[in-house]
């Protein structure tokens, strides 16, 4: 779930995304609140009026928090809505431990990795040509939003399934990033699972 937020360009409305969709959608409004459908399933909702609603501040992609989220929760309540918000407030960029490298079966440039973020194993499909077993690496869970303002999602790259990202310095918008290609490595002291950000 993402919350995005800009008065100043496009008004006092706060883009909530449930969760990442494209295509056709279809909407449903009840006063100050706009349900975004697709296939039937709410997908995002928009809340105009949104500093009445809770004290958003920022522009951009907004954190989301416990008051947060009840704010939102009420004002989508106090329209007439019955959908519960469901929050994951866990960080999105953790060190992630790279267990095992093997090759992609359908592509020579990308390798299939299995990768320990302490919570769970995530299967990562990788196209870094510095990426090797072993390394503890900055990884990108599902619904982490990149500084380009992209969205991480389960995708299946060449016919694999790919459960988030391994992210380079340029990616993560760091200062005196490489510009070459490939992750960034990072070094012992780091742990397996902690934020990489302050979040």
């Known amino acids: ?3 995005f937020y800009n008065k100043e ?3 006092d409305v706060a883009f ?23 296939d039937n399933k709410i997908v995002g909702f928009n809340i105009f009026n949104a500093s009445k609603v809770s004290d958003i501040d920022g522009n951009g992609h907004i954190k989301l928090d416990e008051k947060l989220i009840q704010d939102l929760q009420q004002a989508i309540k106090n329209a007439g809505f019955t959908f519960e918000l469901n929050a994951d407030l866990s960080p999105k960029f953790v060190v992630g431990y790279v267990e ?6 359908d592509a020579d440039k990308l390798s299939v990795l299995n990768v320990d973020v302490a919570t769970e194993k995530l299967q ?4 870094a040509p510095n990426v090797e077993a072993g390394q503890k690496v900055v990884v990108a869970k599902v619904g982490a939003v990149m500084p380009s303002g992209m ?3 389960d995708a299946a790259l060449r016919g694999v399934d790919s459960s988030g990202m391994i992210c380079s310095m340029k990616e993560l918008n ?3 990033a490489p510009q070459e290609k490939g992750i960034m490595v990072l070094s012992d002291e780091y742990k397996v699972g902690q934020a990489f950000f302050e979040e």
Do not use: S, W
């Open 9 to 11: 360009a496009v008004g």
């Open 1 to 3: 779930m993402n919350l």
């Open 151 to 153: 969205v991480i999602k």
């Open 124 to 127: 990562i499909v990788c196209g």
């Open 174 to 176: 760091l200062p005196n």
């Open 16 to 38: 909530l995304q449930i969760e990442p969709a494209t295509g056709e959608f279809t909407y449903e409004t009840k006063n100050d609140v706009v349900a975004i459908r697709q």
């Open 100 to 105: 095992t490298k093997e090759k992609h079966p």
